[in-house]
């Protein structure tokens, strides 16, 4: 599966201290999530490097007559759109460690998902707007997040995302598109 991967800035104890930091949300401690699994010392070990599927496509756009170029992303399991500024930042071939996971959107429904989006951006802006003509380019990558698994109230398991290039923490959508892909996986088994 040669393809491109961003490679991750945010490393394994970096993310654990993220995961684990005292904060006023979780009232400096106290309310800090308990994590599934522990080693010898009492360290959290329940927290995995997971590479998320997308695509990218660079759309040709004429702005004021000249064409300009504009990359943007969408996430290949639950559809999410943003512009790309990484791209420089991409490497080919394999991650080295972690669970690659698989697109759940095919490349015609993430090529639809990413006009859309570049209409909606567009439509957004203030001024002149663009027009777009078509795309040039296009590729899929996989991107790295950070999964820390906990218990919650009840000894109910858990998880929680952090990106794993920017060290942002992630929300419901992220979250539900690791489950569904865990789900699926399985249910191919």
């Given at each position: ?42 360290q ?43 791209v ?12 690659v ?67 942002d ?21």
């Amino acid at each position: 599966m040669t393809g491109k991967f961003l490679p991750p800035r945010i490393d394994l104890e970096h993310a654990r201290t993220s995961f684990l930091c005292r904060k006023t949300s979780n009232l400096f401690g106290l309310l800090r999530r308990k994590p599934a699994r522990v080693d010898e010392y009492g360290q959290a070990i329940s927290l995995e490097l997971i590479w998320m599927p997308a695509r990218a496509y660079r759309f040709a756009m004429i702005h004021k007559g000249k064409e300009v170029h504009s990359w943007v992303t969408v996430d290949a399991n639950f559809g999410g759109f943003a512009l790309l500024g990484r791209v420089k930042e991409l490497v080919d071939g394999d991650p080295a460690e972690g669970d690659v996971l698989d697109a759940t959107l095919d490349e015609a429904r993430t090529e639809e998902l990413a006009r859309e989006g570049v209409v909606r951006y567009i439509l957004r802006t203030r001024g002149a707007k663009p027009s777009v003509n078509d795309i040039t380019d296009r590729f899929a990558y996989h991107a790295p997040v950070w999964v820390y698994y906990f218990r919650r109230a009840g000894n109910k398991l858990d998880l929680a995302v952090l990106d794993a290039y920017s060290g942002d923490p992630m929300g419901g959508l992220v979250k539900r598109a690791i489950l569904n892909a865990f789900i699926a996986r399985r249910a191919g088994k």
